[in-house]
């Protein structure tokens, strides 16, 4: 193959590798990259779990246990335990919950198809904590009881897919809230 031919062939992956580098260098310097699984800690408890950030789920889902709806109000509320083991300290957490159903989510799978209570709960990943949508489902024979869907991963900055345990969860009192926003549906 002569210099020119070779030059030719090279070209196009370079162009496309200084594109990719160009929309990297746009992105934030702010924009913290997570890894495709991070420590995470439900809040306002401060309960360490794993968590999956899977672009491929849309909305986010947390291990629930004995799932019940019921009116409260004449409003739709839930009531759930959480059964949790934190990561840190190794300890169980155990957690009955009753909170607004935000809404109902449809699910087809493998398995066929599932309907989920969701509910806005909080959690801290990095430095900040972001209310987000849940739903609820029994995820003891999963390996991870947080799954974070894009609507979650889209908030939080960058996700880097080779890498794991990027963030450590670091949220007091005093750190950052992101707001659940309903028009971001």
């Known amino acids: 193959m002569d210099f020119a ?16 580098l160009a929309g990297m260098a746009q992105a934030s310097a702010d924009d913290k990259v997570f890894g495709w699984v991070e420590r ?17 789920a849309l909305t986010s889902s947390l291990d629930a246990r004995e799932i019940e709806t ?6 739709e509320w ?3 335990r959480l059964k949790l083991e ?6 169980a957490f155990s957690q009955t919950l009753e909170l607004p159903l935000y809404r109902d989510l449809r699910v087809r799978g493998a398995g066929g198809r599932d309907e989920r209570p969701v509910v806005l709960m909080k959690v801290c990943m990095g430095d900040t904590v972001y209310e987000e ?33 990027l963030q450590r969860p670091e949220c007091d009192e005093d750190a950052p809230l992101v707001e659940h926003d309903p028009d971001e549906e």
Not at 8 to 20: F, T
Not at 144 to 156: D, K, M, N
């Open 5 to 20: 031919a070779s030059t030719r062939r090279m070209a196009r992956p370079l162009a496309l590798a200084a594109g990719l």
């Open 70 to 75: 019921f009116e409260r109000d004449g409003e």
């Open 86 to 91: 934190d990561i840190a300290s190794g300890e």
């Open 78 to 80: 839930v009531s759930f």
């Open 40 to 56: 995470a800690t439900i809040e306002p408890w401060g309960v360490a779990v794993k968590a999956k950030l899977d672009s491929g």
């Open 133 to 165: 949508q849940f739903s609820l489902r029994d995820r003891e024979e999963m390996n991870y009881p947080l799954l974070l869907g894009r609507r979650t991963i889209s908030h939080l900055g960058l996700l880097d897919v080779r890498e794991t345990f």
